[in-house]
């Protein structure tokens, strides 16, 4: 079948046929047993470690937050918020702006999404929460949550997702709607914020009257790549903007940022020590003629329930897939040089974890903030150059404080680099012992 027969044949024909509504579940959420009435995912019963469990005991019901709300984040499964949301929930829904440090994958997204969710105003119709993020995969995912956490507010059509790698004439048609929250990245975004012509009176995107804006892998974003196109967005917003800025990682060129644009806000910081917590890091030395051999002997070794294989670059992804592919271990790969469709495609296939096909190779495209729960190892195949993308790389097993195994395959060239890491990162990376205890990952 070829590619347009299969977009022509898919249950709705191409995306801009719109899809079926769906019916619409009444809800009484003045009913005094709203809560037994809330269908919650399955209880995650797996090991968690302290930097999702060590919270003051707080609830989401102490946050003042709306019944609606409540239903969507019980309905997502969070039970009590972690620490982080603990820590920068209220404090957003006072109105300040923060500055926040957290391990990954201990629910940032949450820590930013509910207060967002609850301060839209549903009387005021314009854009109301802007949430930069650096890749579109990422801003995918986090406008997913936005929905699935906002179910009951009737915002599922009023959060926009806009990234490069999409037909921009979409995004503005998009735009043109009723929207309360944007999500993207921010070159695409600061594309739709410029006016067309000197005639027009608003751009695509009309950020004027928006005042709560997240910057969600702060660290990137301050970046020299996006730097620019961030900072020419914060032009557009007003002056006395709400900024939320979340990061595992703050290097030092927040600090000229900050001074910038955030002269007043709270600094959140439950970073010390807990960096890589629950994650086993192991390192096998070989020789790179032995890698592909030594990830066989991996697979055929370890319990993965799903795993993340990364190289340095787009042409080792594609020829250790080919190879691995061969040796029997079907596997997807991911990287920046495909179109956005075909990514979607994969990140989503990859994401069901219904096939048996577990494995996904890729470059440093996927290091930042994705969630995928079920993923329990990370194998550097090729090391990488810096600490923060190593952090970043491990962060993706031991999701919200699951064990996760972090297996680092290093070459006589990369012994310096693994030193230069664990000094940096104050932590340790031991030799492969013969057998893994499987219970810590
Ligand atoms: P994040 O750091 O936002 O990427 O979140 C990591 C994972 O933790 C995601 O799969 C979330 O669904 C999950 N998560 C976030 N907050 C909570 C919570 N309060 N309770 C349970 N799971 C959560």
Redesign the pocket.
């Known amino acids: 079948m070829n590619r347009n027969t299969y977009y022509n044949n898919r249950p709705y024909g191409r995306s801009y046929h719109k899809k079926p509504e769906k019916p619409k579940v009444e809800i009484d959420f003045n009913d005094k047993d709203w809560k037994d009435k809330v269908k919650k995912p399955k209880a995650?019963t797996r090991t968690k470690t302290s930097d999702?469990l060590n919270t003051k005991g707080c609830e989401f019901e102490g946050f003042n937050l709306s019944r609606p709300l409540l239903m969507g984040i019980f309905e997502?499964?969070?039970?009590?918020?972690?620490p982080i949301?603990e820590a920068a929930i209220p404090c957003i829904l006072m109105g300040k702006s923060i500055l926040a440090r957290a391990k990954?994958?201990?629910?940032?997204?949450?820590?930013f999404s509910i207060p967002c969710l609850h301060l839209v105003d549903p009387k005021k119709q314009h854009i109301q929460v802007l949430v930069l993020l650096p890749t579109r995969e990422l801003a995918l995912q986090t406008a997913n949550?936005l929905k699935s956490l906002g179910k009951y507010l009737d915002l599922d059509d009023k959060i926009v997702t806009s990234t490069g790698g999409t037909d921009l004439k979409s995004d503005i048609i998009r735009l043109k709607r009723d929207v309360r929250i944007v999500v993207g990245t921010p070159g695409r975004l600061q594309d739709l914020a410029k006016k067309r012509d000197a005639h027009a009176q608003h751009a695509p995107l009309n950020i004027d009257n928006c005042n709560m804006i997240v910057l969600d892998e702060a660290d990137k974003l301050l970046s020299t790549d996006f730097l620019p196109a961030v900072t020419a967005l914060l032009e557009y917003t007003p002056k006395d903007r709400q900024l939320l800025l979340f990061s595992a990682t703050f290097p030092s060129t927040i600090k000229s940022f900050k001074d910038q644009w955030l002269k007043e806000c709270e600094t959140i910081n439950l970073m010390d020590e807990l960096t890589l917590k629950g994650v086993s890091q192991y390192y096998a030395y070989v020789d790179e003629s032995e890698k592909v051999h030594c990830l066989y002997a991996l697979f055929r070794k370890l319990t993965i329930n799903q795993c993340i294989i990364f190289c340095n670059s787009v042409n080792r992804v594609e020829l250790l897939c080919t190879k691995v592919t061969r040796l029997g271990f079907p596997c997807y790969y991911i990287h920046g040089q495909m179109g956005q469709k075909h990514r979607n495609r994969v990140f989503h296939n990859f994401r069901q974890a219904n096939s048996n096909c577990r494995t996904l190779i890729c470059t440093d495209i996927f290091t930042r903030?994705i969630?995928i729960?079920n993923l329990n190892v990370v194998i550097n195949f090729d090391f990488p150059r810096s600490a923060n993308t190593y952090l970043h790389r491990i962060g993706r097993s031991g999701?919200?404080g699951h064990m996760g195994l972090a297996i680092n395959f290093i070459t006589n060239a990369d012994r310096y680099n693994l030193c230069a890491i664990e000094t940096h990162l104050n932590t340790e990376v031991a030799a492969i012992p013969k057998e893994i205890d499987a219970s810590l990952y």
């Open positions: 995650d999702v997502k499964g969070f039970e009590r918020p972690s949301q990954n994958g201990t629910g940032k997204t949450g820590a949550v903030g969630d729960q999701r919200f």
